[in-house]
């Protein structure tokens, strides 16, 4: 069973996926930090300076103690964070885009395949052996 192991292990589609899961994890920090730290706030400028992140409807208000405590939090739907998610999709999605729009126009193009006989020649030859 080891044997068998080590051996799914090291067939090539394996380490491929494994790599590929690590630098898509990578890729995904890089793009949600673009989103989060350089787009998010340029489209909170241009909505008039709404971070959508804290528009909420609060349902029931937090309370406090005479001390100043949280003795229960605030229950809120937050709304403005999900806006936010739903931009970060889209922008996630386009920068995707690009990558593998880019990727595909640098990746080589397969060799046509050889001409050969077209599929009415290969009837006809079939056609013909089964008459004699």
Do not use: Q
């Amino acid at each position: 069973m080891l044997k068998e192991f080590k051996d799914f292990i090291m067939t090539g589609n394996v380490i491929e996926f494994a790599v590929a899961v690590i630098m898509a994890g990578a890729i995904g920090l890089v793009i949600n930090g673009f989103v989060n730290d350089i787009i998010m706030p340029v489209v909170g400028h241009f909505a008039g300076g709404v971070d959508f992140a804290d528009l909420k409807v609060v349902l029931s208000p937090e309370v406090k103690d005479a001390t100043g405590a949280v003795v229960t939090p605030e229950n809120a739907i937050r709304w403005g964070a999900w806006i936010n998610t739903i931009i970060n999709l889209l922008i996630v999605g386009f920068i995707m885009f690009l990558m593998v729009r880019s990727y595909n126009k640098i990746k080589p193009k397969p060799a046509p395949a050889p001409a050969g006989p077209s599929e009415i020649d290969l009837l006809i030859e079939i056609r013909d052996s089964l008459k004699k």
